[in-house]
């Protein structure tokens, strides 16, 4: 990697109204760049319809020593349930 280059995580969505996927990341120096980059090397056989394009070091993700109390169920807060509510009498659909 050439000083100056970041690197640019790459999401393409293939059609209209599915999610997005990452697929890779390119470098490259600015935003301009990173979307040409990521259009020429993920979507040349027309694989997309559209492309996300972030600096992967503007991503935030948990640490993995912190994962665990994270991503506990959350067993002390029922309320969080359906399951905790009743349904009143008479509501048919809900």
Same mark, same amino acid.
């Given at each position: 990697?050439?000083?100056g280059?970041k690197?640019?995580? #790459?999401f393409?969505q %293939? %059609?209209s *109204? @599915?999610? /997005? $996927?990452?697929?890779g990341? +390119?470098?490259?120096?600015?935003k301009k760049?990173?979307v040409q980059?990521? !259009?020429? @090397?993920y979507? !040349? !056989? *027309? &694989? *997309? =319809? &559209?492309l996300? #394009? #972030?600096?992967?070091?503007?991503i935030?993700? +948990?640490p @993995?020593?912190d994962?665990d109390a994270f /991503?506990?169920p959350s067993e002390? $807060?029922p309320? =969080?349930?359906?399951?905790f509510?009743?349904i009143?009498?008479? #509501? $048919?659909? @809900?």
């Amino acid at each position: 990697m050439e000083s100056g280059d970041k690197v640019w995580e #790459v999401f393409v969505q %293939k %059609k209209s *109204g @599915l999610p /997005f $996927k990452h697929v890779g990341n +390119v470098h490259a120096y600015d935003k301009k760049m990173a979307v040409q980059n990521a !259009r020429d @090397l993920y979507t !040349r !056989r *027309g &694989e *997309g =319809r &559209e492309l996300w #394009v #972030v600096p992967t070091s503007e991503i935030v993700s +948990v640490p @993995l020593d912190d994962a665990d109390a994270f /991503f506990d169920p959350s067993e002390d $807060k029922p309320y =969080r349930h359906a399951t905790f509510y009743e349904i009143p009498d008479g #509501v $048919k659909h @809900l």
